[in-house]
Nanobody, 134 residues
């Protein structure tokens, strides 16, 4: 069982920046953490969850069109942590942000594949709230 804990959310003015963190730990013996790709997803009130950015075990990345050039995903394998740097925040970025883990090897597939409606990720964190307001 993989546990994911998000942090770093908060209230930011438009144009501001945040860095979200997703720390992963294995509660039971199983696949090593570096076998998992990690994705960041967000869900705004009244909207469906969307894939924001994903990073594979090889380091390849994928971004939603709406965040390209403003969001940067990175992983620190030694710290078992994946980061999402968010710059130039916009009001439409307001959402609950979740990280999730998967053994899928494609970053794009992690961010876009929805078997049966929801994303095909194996483990989910509980989320961190990002609010953008002046």
């Amino acid at each position: 069982q993989l546990q994911l804990v998000e942090s770093g959310g908060g209230l930011v003015q438009p144009g501001g920046s945040l860095r979200l963190s997703c720390e992963a730990s294995n509660e039971t013996s199983g696949l090593p953490l570096h076998f998992y790709g990690i994705g960041w997803f967000r869900q705004a009130p009244g909207k469906v969850r969307e894939g924001v950015s994903c990073i594979s075990t090889s380091g390849s990345t994928h971004y939603a069109d709406s965040v390209k050039g403003r969001f940067t995903i990175s992983r620190d394998t030694a710290k078992n942590t994946v980061y999402l740097q968010i710059n130039n925040l916009k009001p439409e970025d307001r959402a609950e942000y979740y990280c999730a883990a998967s053994t899928l090897t494609s970053a794009q597939r992690m961010c876009e594949w929805r078997p049966g409606g929801d994303f095909g990720m194996d483990y989910w964190g509980r989320g961190t709230l990002v609010t953008v307001s002046s």
